[in-house]
Each structure stands twice: as C-alpha cells, then as structure tokens.
C-alpha cells in the first residue's frame, strides 16, 4: 500500500519535481534494498530495523531530502556546502540535486544510528 501512496504523492508533482525525486527513490531502494516504503508525517520515507532512514518532500521552489534525526545534518555539516538546510531538512532543487554519494553518507549517519539505539 505505502508503495502505491509514493507512487500517487510523486505523480501530483511537476515534471522536474518528479523526476529528481524518482531517482532519489531508486538511489535510496538501491542503496537499502531491505527498506520498506511508507508514509510518514505525511511524506515518502524508507523504513530499516523499525527506523526510518531518510525520506523526501516537495515543495514549491524546492525539494527537501529529510533524515528523520535531529543530528545526522549536523554530522554531515561539512559536506553540505553550497545546500540550505536546517536541523532536519537538507533542501535541494532541480538544479541541484543530491548526489547519489552524498545520499549514501546521509543514510548511513542514520542507519548507524537505529543501530545504535537498539543496542
């Protein structure tokens, strides 16, 4: 079902919108193969171990990638140069999206730290 509410949340964006967020949906499947897709707090978001690992969000002159942790932007802070972003959000726009290695840093921050709370 969580599956189809992605698929029905991205067909409502612009083009451009979209297509970014589509391939960062299969970087993040590719990425963790394992995850399961839901919605949470209204927006597109893989789930890992009972955790979400990251998620994304549309917005009118943006787009945001969402880690679902207070501190995982922080401890990329150095490698977010040139990105806007806030405790929560890592924003980003057709222009400029993420790059798939930068995705990959992200998730891994966060899946280290579902890890880490299990324990």
Do not use: W
């Not at 798939?100 to 730290?113: F, G, K, M």
Request: proline share 5%.
């Amino acid at each position: 079902m969580s599956e189809a509410e992605i698929d029905r949340y991205l067909k409502k964006l612009p083009p451009g919108h979209r297509s970014v967020l589509e391939r960062l949906r299969v970087t993040m499947l590719r990425l963790v193969p394992e995850a399961e897709q839901c919605i949470s707090y209204r927006v597109p978001a893989f789930r890992v171990s009972g955790g979400i690992v990251g998620g994304f969000a549309s917005f009118k002159n943006h787009m945001s990638y969402l880690p679902f942790s207070g501190s995982v932007l922080d401890q990329l802070a150095d490698e977010l140069d040139g990105y806007s972003h806030s405790k929560s959000a890592l924003r980003f726009t057709v222009q400029d999206p993420l790059a798939d290695e930068l995705v990959e840093r992200l998730i891994n921050v966060r899946l280290a730290e579902i890890v880490a709370k299990r324990r």
